[in-house]
Structure formats: structure tokens, C-alpha cells
């Protein structure tokens, strides 16, 4: 081991105390929190699948800005609502954690799949008290989070980019990019094929008669 290195890990002040973690948020935080986990485990949650409709007034009811055909499936949980922002036509999909202890930003047409983690506060770990640390997400318009995603504090995922199952991701992602791996790197840029391109494709694919 480093000799510098093994005598600051045996240096007194260089001890990690977490005895004394005061919370960050105010009381009124707390409660509307209180108030709003009751609302998702009774009416939130058991909610149909195809209950979008009703999921979206229970999300505007705590503060969140919901925009219109937003589909936020009943198993995705959301840490605040009143700091959740959905573009129109985004998806929040089913066993999404959204831990929104910061501004967390999905924009219009974006879609986030099941089992992905937006991420938006962590801790300091350069100070012995490890104290929280929040950052804002952002998710741009047409932008998509595939399966299983880590999106880390203070990322932006930019317009139209593809973020690949099972990534996780602490910088922010370039606009028509795709990005894979842990951490991600960038793969290819996103090229969206027009309907006359599609059809011209499926045309020239079919067997000769």
C-alpha cells in the first residue's frame, strides 16, 4: 500500500461519521411525501394499466407537470411528484424508479423503459458526514432510455439520443447518439429512416418473384 495513502486512511480526521445525518428537507417536504406514498401504495399502483388518464390527475393533484396522452405506468415509482416534469407523449414505464429528490425532466416523446433508475441526488463522499448532494435529470425530446438504465445526477440525456439496456450513465449524452456499456460510451449516431426511405427498403428486401 502507498505509504501517503495508508497514513490518511489511519488519520483520525479521515473517518467517515454518519451518526449524525440531519435531513435536508423541510417538514412540509416530508409530509407531502407522506401524503403522497399513501395515494400511490392505495390509488396509484392498483390502478388498470390503461387507467393512463387517472394516474396523470393523481400526478398533477401532488404538483407534477404532466402534458397531454403521458403514459406513467401504475409500477413506476416516483420519489416526488412535484418535481417531475413529462413532455407530451412520454412514457414512464413500468417499474421505473424515479428518485426525484431533484428536478427530474422527461421531454415530449421520450420514453423511459421498465426497470430503468433516474437517479437525481447522491452523496458527498469527500466529507466524513457524506451529506446528500441533488442535481437535476434531464431527458430530452425523443430521447430513449432502454431497459435497466443508470442515469446518474446532473446528466442530460439530449435530443433524440438512445441510451442501451442495462447502461449506466454519469456524463451527459450528446443529441442523435446512441450510447451503451458501464459507463457508457458513445456506439453510433441515431439515424431515423423517413416512411419513403422504410418503404423503399421494404420493397427492395422482398424475394425476386
Not at 168 to 191: D, H, I, T
Request: with cysteine.
Amino acid at each position: 500500500m502507498n505509504t501517503t495513502l495508508g497514513t490518511l486512511m489511519n488519520s483520525p480526521a479521515n473517518k467517515v461519521d454518519i451518526s449524525h445525518c440531519p435531513s435536508p428537507h423541510s417538514l412540509r417536504s416530508r409530509l407531502a411525501r407522506v401524503g403522497w406514498n399513501w395515494v400511490w401504495t392505495f390509488l396509484y399502483r392498483p390502478s388498470p394499466r390503461p387507467f393512463h388518464g387517472w394516474r396523470r390527475f393523481l400526478l398533477r393533484c401532488f404538483g407534477a407537470k404532466i402534458g397531454r396522452g403521458v403514459h406513467a405506468y401504475p409500477a413506476a415509482k416516483i420519489w416526488a411528484p412535484w418535481n417531475l416534469e413529462m413532455g407530451d407523449y412520454s412514457c414512464l414505464s413500468q417499474n421505473v424508479d424515479c428518485y426525484c429528490v431533484a428536478k427530474i425532466k422527461i421531454g415530449a416523446h421520450a420514453t423511459v423503459s421498465q426497470y430503468s433508475f433516474l437517479c437525481a441526488a447522491s452523496h458527498d463522499v469527500e466529507r466524513p458526514h457524506m451529506p446528500l448532494i441533488m442535481a437535476p435529470i434531464t431527458i430530452a425530446d425523443g430521447a430513449w432510455i432502454a431497459a435497466d438504465v443508470f442515469i446518474g445526477p446532473g446528466v442530460t440525456v439530449g435530443e433524440g439520443a438512445v441510451v442501451g439496456a442495462r447502461s449506466s450513465v454519469f456524463r451527459s449524452v450528446e443529441p442523435w447518439s446512441v450510447v451503451v456499456g458501464n459507463p457508457a460510451r458513445f456506439l453510433k449516431p441515431r439515424q431515423l429512416i423517413t416512411i419513403d426511405r422504410a418503404s423503399r427498403l421494404k420493397v427492395s428486401s422482398r424475394s425476386p418473384p
